[in-house]
Antibody, heavy 122, light 113 residues
Framework: EVQLVESGGGLVQPGGSLRLSCAAS????????MDWVRQAPGKGLEWVGR??????????EYAASVKGRFTISRDDSKNSLYLQMNSLKTEDTAVYYC?????????????WGQGTMVTVSS | DIVMTQSPDSLAVSLGERATINCKSS????????????LSWYQQKPGQPPKLLIY???TRESGVPDRFSGSGSGTDFTLTISGLQAEDVAVYYC?????????FGGGTKLEIK
């Protein structure tokens, strides 16, 4: 079965850190760009960042709102995507989705995990 | 950044009728070299992740019912649901993948009248 499963969410205090993981299965993970997208409670979708594939030099891109605080990485040998979140703010509270790009480049987001909730609160 | 503006914010349509959702981008998302619009549509039901409906502005994702259709080019796009069914109640988002950062519209909440 083709799926993405996020883990690592939870409650953290402002200024704290958290590492999210995404385990992929059922497809050739290494072929795809992989993204993180978040959704604050009751709000819309916000792109967090992307890890390109090996064919595109594993380039990492970030939204301005998280650049310098969040780090995206991938391990193709483990079919996994990661999001290291440091210096967390209350406004980072959201469901974080791991998302696959259709085909092997910059395309639409065709597969979404169920998401993991991150709550930043004192 | 490319700003995506959806209208209306919410919409109530009778079962069997047509629903139309609009999306406008602050700059063109048409890539001239391949003549493709880098625009997609997603459906999100309560408690679920978004689901891809349409990409390249008008290509239906596999398994999506043909009552969903996308149209438009450049900066103006439309998602049309013909013959609304009860299971179509959801929030719909447009998204551009022409440039980084990827950006989404604010969403349109579709309800049954």
């Amino acid at each position: 079965e083709v799926q993405l499963v996020e883990s690592g969410g939870g409650l953290v205090q402002p200024g704290g850190s958290l590492r999210l993981s995404c385990a992929a299965s059922g497809f050739t993970f290494s072929d795809h760009y992989m993204d993180w997208v978040r959704q604050a409670p009751g709000k819309g979708l916000e792109w967090v960042g992307r890890a390109r594939n090996k064919a595109n030099s594993y380039i990492i891109e970030y939204a301005a709102s998280v650049k310098g605080r969040f780090t995206i990485s991938r391990d193709d040998s483990k079919n996994s995507l990661y999001l290291q979140m440091n210096s967390l703010k209350t406004e980072d509270t959201a469901v974080y989705y791991c998302v696959r790009n259709l085909y092997g480049g910059n395309y639409a987001l065709d597969m979404w995990g169920q998401g993991t909730m991150v709550t930043v609160s004192s | 950044d490319i700003v995506m503006t959806q209208s209306p914010d919410s919409l109530a349509v009778s079962l069997g009728e047509r629903a139309t959702i609009n999306c406008k981008s602050s700059q063109s998302v048409l890539y001239r070299s391949n003549n493709k619009n880098y625009l997609s549509w997603y459906q999100q039901k309560p408690g679920q992740p978004p689901k891809l409906l349409i990409y390249w502005a008008s290509t239906r994702e596999s398994g999506v019912p043909d009552r969903f259709s996308g149209s438009g080019s450049g900066t103006d796009f439309t998602l049309t649901i013909s013959g609304l069914q009860a299971e179509d109640v959801a929030v719909y988002y447009c998204q551009q993948y022409y440039g980084s950062p990827l950006t989404f519209g604010g969403g349109t909440k579709l309800e049954i009248k």
